[in-house]
């Protein structure tokens, strides 16, 4: 992965660039020492560091339009960043770009129970959302697994999902309306308290666009009242075929559970060994299925997935029977990545998504890379929804091991692709999955999609080197092919 | 003479696109036509009628997922989702009343992002919409989104397909998320509400979850063929409740018990009524077809104070988010007084004849740094305007 050449001009005018900056956002908001900039150097895609070239931290919408419009002028390129817990390396500095920290915006500005909505600024973190909220019994849905850390802002910067958006859906689902800033100054609203935005759906280009077309400064998000009762279980089988087989059955019998969780072998050891959550250690498959709901509906729906799971031959069943107990069967699958941590010094998360039922398939022809790659390979995946988190074992002090983790990777998500399913369900392209673009996406499909950027942003100012592997200047792309055109399609009926 | 194309294939609607993006000569988009009287009336050259590139490519009930051409039938689509008992969940509306046409396709539905009673649980068409393949108006192929739920490969330019009506691309297959169908439904009647809205507001806040909560005035429920509401001789709030069966039994008692002291009573609608009830909400059957509609998308507690100030004819949807409101003709459908009323929010003239929709904004109008970003983003999908030219406005 290469980000582009670094330009030496820019860099040769860092100080007037400092100073501008310093003339927004005075005091302690501008950070120019190597050693403080060094905090903002990689994000949670650990691979990949770059100091970058200045790092400032706005506290109002004026002052990141300044800065934007200051950008602008300087020609000067802009990394936005929420927490940096990203995990595609969307928010990865740039030598010679300034890196816009939302790290100040933390107000919760309005919580509207009577619209079921809250208007928070983009520094907020996921979880402090729903703790505003949970007095009163209601929750933010999205529940990304970083949610204590990671930011609303980044949030919609990378169309966040989580555990629960097999019901609820990702972030793009629960929002309502954002304030933004684009690279040239201007300050749009999109939505708002309504339902839907109006007009072309701008709400729904932004959310998930990386932090390539705007800056976010205002979020507003729906909030859910808490369901009465949540109850989870724990179901284990013999084969990855019939875990795979069990969700199938449980989703097209109509129930869509909160949670659908999937583990195999290699996961499970990891976590029961991390934290006892009363995984069974002798099944090859291991389901978290999570009923939320009415009382009566969650103690229907739990007799409806005993049935089913005994059916496809389940060969352990536990219902929880506490709160605490459904707290320890989670416990094992929110530590996950600790857990897999505990058994490799490094580890690659990988997020493709497929359909659910090439499961099988897909892992088979996993576990067979991971023999040619000589790689260890977990695997947690969101079943309800065919989101794939294999994750790779390398130890980083071997030479040439991370470059063999990638390589896997990358076989990984092509086969994604193979089947029928993308690159990355939810934890964004940014620049580790940038140059596999090409899989997914012919060169018009993806100039289609830059074009938009050109919208937003005209001299690709914000966030460049990221998404997409090839950068093309605006004007270029507004260049029409010129198109045969003069016959009278003589194939296409006509009246 | 405006020119008719009826293409049969996606090569075949490349073609015609790239005839007119060479000649410059525009477009109207078309799949069957029940739709026309939405957006401002264009005028174009020629005429793409997409109902011939029709078919569902892909059905995996499992899954949870179709894909279809863009001119499918859309009674085809939900013919093949009931056989397996599943269902559009955002409830897309008939154009049977509005515009007087039965039908439609599957690429209008997301076209227009109909969306109905259900959409504040489970979301718009928006939402259910996964990708698309498209011809734009550079006559390039392009696609975006895929067939699974969970999917953040590049901007997702399906959103911005979803309700863009033509403007941005020629669909000529899009794929979606469907549902299984709720094993029961009923439907609570608060008859007479002290307060619409705080009647609405306790049902949407519940954590019964309720998949609809409507509102009709007494004057419209008297209108309803559901005998409940059309004798109840006051304004009825509706409230739908889905599920299985032993949850909807609790639920609908729970409702009532929540309901009954914010009115003068509560009843309770068993399957075909709901069934009907909600479908007149959906389609919008009580309006006469002389009144000038507008749809209004306003913040949910303002809803109903908003409707009342606008004295016409109204129902509420969406918990007080949605206004239908239905006016006497007049020139300008009254346009400055219903946007004045309001500041959050945004109103639609849905329908109005031709004449009155070319001379007012049909869409709500774009705050100056808004527009200049709307217009950027259509430059680069249509940069002639060939694709229904000026029908959301702003040609």
């Known amino acids: 992965m290469k980000m582009p050449a670094p330009d030496q001009d820019i860099i040769a005018r860092r100080a007037e660039i400092i100073s501008r900056l310093k003339a927004i956002v005075p005091g302690e908001g501008v950070i120019s020492e190597e050693g403080e900039l060094s905090v903002f150097e990689c994000d949670g895609l650990m691979a990949y560091k770059q100091l970058p070239m200045v790092v400032v931290l706005p506290e109002s919408t004026q002052q990141v339009s300044d800065i934007l419009k200051a950008c602008s002028e300087l020609g000067v390129k802009v990394v936005p960043r929420g927490a940096g817990t990203g995990l595609s390396g969307g928010a990865l500095p740039l030598a010679d770009g300034v890196t816009l920290g939302l790290g100040k915006f933390k107000k919760i500005i309005d919580i509207d129970y009577d619209n079921r909505c809250a208007v928070v600024q983009p520094g907020v973190t996921n979880q402090a959302i729903t703790n505003a909220v949970m007095d009163q019994d209601f929750y933010y849905a999205p529940d990304p697994s970083s949610r204590i850390a990671c930011t609303i802002g980044g949030n919609v910067a990378e169309n966040a999902g989580g555990m629960h958006c097999l019901k609820y859906g990702l972030t793009t689902n629960n929002l309502l309306g954002v304030e933004m800033v684009l690279m040239d100054g201007d300050v749009i609203r999109l939505g708002g308290k309504h339902l839907d935005p109006g007009g072309l759906d701008l709400l729904g280009a932004v959310t998930g666009s990386e932090g390539l077309l705007g800056i976010i400064t205002e979020v507003t998000v729906r909030i859910l009242k808490k369901p009465e009762t949540q109850q989870a279980m724990l179901v284990g089988f013999d084969t990855v075929e019939a875990g795979g087989d069990c969700v199938a059955k449980i989703i097209g019998s109509g129930i869509v559970p909160g949670a659908m969780e999937m583990m195999d072998k290699m996961a499970i050891d990891a976590m029961q060994r991390f934290v006892d959550s009363g995984y069974p250690l002798d099944v090859e498959a291991l389901l978290v299925i999570e009923l939320d709901g009415p009382v009566a509906e969650v103690d229907f729906l739990v007799e409806r997935v005993k049935t089913i799971a005994e059916s496809v031959g389940s060969t352990f069943l536990r219902v929880s029977q506490s709160e605490d107990e459904r707290m320890q069967f989670w416990k094992g699958r929110m530590s996950a990545f600790p857990s897999v941590g505990r058994i490799s010094p490094d580890y690659l998360t990988m997020d493709g998504t497929i359909p659910r039922h090439r499961l099988p398939e897909v892992l088979t022809r996993m576990k067979e890379l991971s023999v040619t790659y000589g790689l260890r390979v977990a695997n947690v995946f969101h079943a309800g929804d065919g989101n794939l988190h294999p994750l790779i074992l390398y130890d980083a002090n071997q030479p040439g091991d991370l470059d063999k983790a990638e390589a896997f990777g990358s076989d990984i998500l092509k086969l994604c692709v193979e089947v029928g399913g993308v690159l990355s369900g939810e934890h964004g392209i940014g620049v580790e999955k940038r140059d596999l673009m090409g899989e997914m996406f012919s060169e018009d499909d993806m100039k289609q999609q830059q074009r938009l950027k050109c919208a937003f942003d005209t001299m690709g100012l914000l966030n460049p080197g990221k998404v997409y592997p090839t950068l093309h200047r605006c004007a270029e792309l507004g260049h029409m092919h010129v198109h045969g055109g003069k016959l009278p399609f003589p194939d296409i009926p006509r009246y | 003479m405006v020119e008719i194309f009826k293409p049969e294939t996606e090569a075949q609607v490349l073609e015609a696109v790239q005839w007119a993006v060479s000649n410059k000569n525009a477009l109207e988009i078309i799949g069957q036509g029940t739709k026309r009287g939405l957006g401002c009336p264009v005028v174009a050259k020629a005429v793409l009628e997409m109902s011939a590139v029709s078919g569902i490519t892909l059905y995996e009930p499992e899954e949870l997922v179709m894909t279809a051409r863009a001119g499918t039938p859309i009674a085809e689509v939900e013919a093949a989702l009931d056989d397996a008992n ?95 169908k709720p094993e029961k439904s009923r439907t609570v009647l608060l008859i007479g509400a002290t307060f619409a809205h705080r009647a609405m507001i306790a049902a949407q806040c519940s954590s019964y979850e309720v998949s609809a909560v409507a509102h009709l005035p007494h004057d419209i429920a008297g209108r309803s063929s559901v005998d409940y509401v059309k004798n109840a001789g006051r304004d009825v709030t509706a409230v739908r409740i889905e599920g299985p069966a032993p949850s909807v039994t609790v639920r609908c008692q729970a409702l009532r018990d929540v309901l009954a002291p914010l009115g003068v009573s509560v009843e309770e609608l068993h399957s075909s009524n709901t069934q009907t009830l909600w479908a007149e909400i959906r389609d919008l059957s ?25 004295a016409g004819e109204y129902i509420l949807d969406w918990a007080g988010g949605l206004i239908w409101l239905a006016l006497d003709p007049s020139d300008d459908a009254q346009a400055s007084r219903v946007r004045g009323a309001f500041t959050n929010g945004h109103a639609t003239c849905m329908r109005a004849a031709d004449d009155v929709r070319a001379r007012i904004d049909v869409f709500q109008p774009h705050a100056a740094a808004l527009a200049a970003l709307d217009g950027r983003v259509r430059a680069g999908f249509d940069p002639h305007g060939l694709l229904n030219p000026g029908r959301m406005g702003g040609g």
């Open chain 2, 86 to 180: 599943q269902m559009l969940a955002f409830e897309p509306w008939s154009p049977k009343y509005m515009y007087g046409c039965e039908g439609g396709t599957v690429g209008g539905v997301f076209a227009a992002n109909l969306s109905g009673p259900r959409r504040p649980l489970v979301g718009a068409a928006r939402d259910h919409m996964l990708g698309f393949q498209a011809i734009s108006g550079r006559g390039e192929r392009f696609k975006s989104g895929g067939r699974v739920v969970k999917n953040v490969t590049g901007f997702d330019l399906t959103k911005l397909m979803a309700g863009s009506m033509g403007t941005l691309g020629v669909m000529t297959e899009v794929s979606f998320k469907v549902l299984p």
């Open chain 2, 286 to 310: 009580y309006f006469t077809d002389k009144k000038q509609i507008w749809r209004l998308s306003v913040t949910p507690s303002e809803g109903q104070a908003l409707a009342e100030a606008l």
